[in-house]
């Protein structure tokens, strides 16, 4: 059987760590969505458009040519022929993945390309909206949550081991406007599917969560075969 399971949560949740551990250890394919909005970000500021004027990158996207590529190192995303896997991981590319992802013309851009990979099966997704919109008939749907101020502290010790200067209390400003801007959008808000089950994570390691969703899909599965 070539299981699906969806991943949803919160910026700094920890799910893309979760959805790379769990494909790991089940021998699935792991497809990280977030990474094509923050490309879709990296495309926007590219061509001038301000975050707060997001979705005038509506006429730009034609140009845009997005695809997904798997390496040893693991998913890889390309734009107009160009690696920008390293590129999108920045505060500022967090804002822009959260303003063009409120875009309808984004979303029905992208809506293919991630459809596509969960029909195929044997993979975990992790993003936003994908118990609800991507894979609304995945077999295991989780919804990874913590606190503010947790996933603030996780994403601030990950950027200062890259170098990046900005401050906890920077990260923790972006992580509330973000949630703010992700659950209040018009288009495909943040939501968790209605049948999630919930997984707070503020007190626990990347291995404990791994642990206690591990056992959550194999009884989830135990009960569906």
């Known amino acids: 059987m070539k299981i699906r399971i969806a991943i949803d949560g919160p910026s700094g949740s920890g799910k893309s760590t979760l959805a790379k551990n769990i494909a790991k250890t089940l021998g699935l394919v792991y497809v990280d969505t977030g990474a094509l909005y923050r490309t879709v970000g990296l495309f926007a500021k590219r061509n001038g458009v301000l975050l707060e004027e997001a979705s005038k990158v509506t006429r730009f996207l034609p140009e845009a040519e997005i695809s997904i590529r798997y390496t040893e190192e693991g998913q890889r995303v390309i734009l107009n022929g160009e690696d920008v896997s390293n590129l999108i991981r920045t505060p500022e590319m967090s804002m822009y993945a959260s303003a063009v992802s409120a875009v309808s013309s984004v979303r029905t851009f992208l809506l293919e390309i991630q459809k596509r990979m969960a029909a195929e099966g044997g993979v975990v997704m992790d993003g936003r909206d994908i118990g609800t919109v991507i894979m609304p008939d995945a077999d295991v749907k989780l919804f990874v949550e913590a606190s503010p ?53 503020s007190e626990m390691t990347p291995e404990e969560t791994l642990a206690h969703s591990l056992m959550i899909i194999k009884e989830k599965l135990r009960r569906t075969l």
């Open 149 to 201: 101020k947790a996933r603030a502290r996780r994403r601030f010790e990950e950027l200062q081991a890259k170098g990046d200067t900005s401050t906890e209390k920077e990260v923790l400003e972006d992580i509330i406007k973000r949630d703010a801007n992700d659950k209040n959008r018009a288009v495909a808000p943040a939501i968790p599917a209605d049948d999630a089950i919930f997984i707070d994570n």
